[in-house]
């Protein structure tokens, strides 16, 4: 595609990505058909190729409406266009980096305004966030249906973290809603990994990838949440005590994975950030390396009649963003497990970061068509990778919704 980038971004670091990028679109529209707001909506500008189009026209200096904004932010960010994508246009960079531009050029009405500013400010601190999900529990009988649904009614136990120092050790991002939400999927994690070999760890200043904040736009503040994580896991990797820096919600994964190009213009951190990047593990991947050690555990113990019929949730982070596609259904199937076949199993749940309360109908719908694909195949639970994810589905369905290395946990000998 031919671009003639406007003078106010064409020689910054960014016009320059943003121009690569654009110029490897080449328009054929094979993105259009796993876009999941294109097939909901059916218009060509909430697909990606007509995104393209709008952030081409932006960035070449043309006047941004609230109607750009509009449909950048139905946008979900899945990423899913990128897999189908036959040319690699980096759309997700690309769609970054025009949402920070529009930003700075669209007002948005004072409730949506008010409404951001408290995700971004609630959402990544923790203590904010125990405080209102306790209010929340207290009044969860006022809350409607699904939302009610995705409020535990109490407080989770997280149970025992091994404390076996193992030869093998490893970092854990601690995040910031799953300790209150879910405090045993990274506990189930440690006990997972302590059966082998490895000891997990926490870096007590670590919290919030920056995922959440970098994606409603406040991008300088997204960055010094990578910058805190970054000091607060080197002390660890310097001196090689951590191997890895394993990541239980593929939501912060795919954000670790890309503090190296993130920072990659800030001169103090992007070294530290390319290193930090290049030792961020899915969990699936560190379990995956292991496939043998599990499987050999396994060998040892008769799961013949104690089969459950599992449908596996891939969420977009994982399976687009990460580019892991098939991992963790391998090592469920390896400990026993029953996968079901899941249809349109590339489409989003609609969860999404907050676009579950930035976009609520459009959330709603894909929530509705993912559980419909998830219980299509009579499961006896659903199991996904992501504590968005989770939380959102749990909302939708009655079966019980977990994180699946909660079910390794519990299956694991
Ligand atoms: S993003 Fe990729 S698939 Fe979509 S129109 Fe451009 S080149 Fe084609
Ligand atoms: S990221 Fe997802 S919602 Fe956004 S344009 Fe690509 S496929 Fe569509």
Redesign the pocket.
């Known amino acids: ?1 031919q671009t003639k980038l406007a003078d106010f971004i064409k020689n910054s670091p960014q016009g320059k990505e943003a121009d690569a990028i654009l110029r ?9 058909a796993t876009c999941p707001t294109y097939q909901i909506l059916g218009d060509e500008l909430d ?3 007509g995104r ?1 189009y709008l952030m081409k026209q932006m960035l070449e200096g043309q006047p941004v409406t609230s109607k750009t904004q509009l449909h950048l932010d139905r946008c979900l960010t899945c990423r899913a ?2 897999t ?6 980096r ?1 997700g960079a690309l769609v970054d980096i025009s949402r920070g531009i529009v930003e700075k050029q669209v007002n948005r009405t004072t409730p949506v305004s008010v409404l951001r500013y408290f995700l971004r400010k609630i959402l990544p601190n923790k203590l904010m966030f125990n405080g209102l999900l306790k209010i929340a529990r207290m009044v969860r009988w006022l809350v409607p249906g699904s939302m009610k649904k995705a409020i535990p009614a109490h407080p989770v136990s997280a149970g025992e973290w091994p404390l076996t120092q193992h030869g093998r050790t490893m970092l854990v991002l601690d995040g910031c809603v799953q300790p209150a939400l879910a405090p045993n999927i990274n506990a189930a994690t440690a006990r997972v990994l302590d059966k082998l070999g490895i000891t997990l760890i926490k870096a007590q200043e670590a919290g919030c990838c920056g995922a959440v904040t970098y994606h409603l736009n406040a991008q300088q503040e997204g960055l010094d949440y990578m910058r805190r994580n970054i000091d607060a896991w080197w002390p660890f990797i310097e001196h090689d005590k951590a191997e890895a820096i394993v990541i239980t919600a593929s939501g912060c994964g795919a954000t670790v994975k890309d503090y190296g190009h993130l920072l990659q213009h800030d001169e103090k951190y992007a070294g530290k950030a390319a290193r930090i990047s290049a030792l961020a593990k899915d969990v699936s991947e560190v379990l995956n390396a292991e496939l043998e050690h599990i499987q050999h555990r396994m060998d040892q113990q008769n799961i013949g009649s104690d089969r459950m019929k599992l449908s596996f949730h891939s969420p977009c982070t994982l399976q687009h963003g990460m580019q892991i596609r098939g991992l963790v259904e391998k090592i469920l199937t390896t400990v026993g497990f029953d996968l079901t076949h899941v249809p349109n199993a590339h489409l989003c749940c609609g969860s999404a970061g907050t676009y579950s309360i930035l976009q609520p109908k459009l959330s709603q719908q894909l929530l509705k068509n993912k559980v419909q694909a998830l219980e299509s195949g009579q499961p006896d639970q659903v199991a996904t990778a992501n504590i968005g994810c989770l939380m959102h589905l749990q909302g939708g369905t009655s079966l019980s919704v977990k994180h699946w290395i909660e079910l390794m946990d519990e299956r694991l000998p």
């Open positions: 595609m490897s679109c080449v328009h054929c529209g094979f993105c259009l697909s990606p190729r393209i266009c990128e189908t994508c036959p040319s690699g246009v759309y």
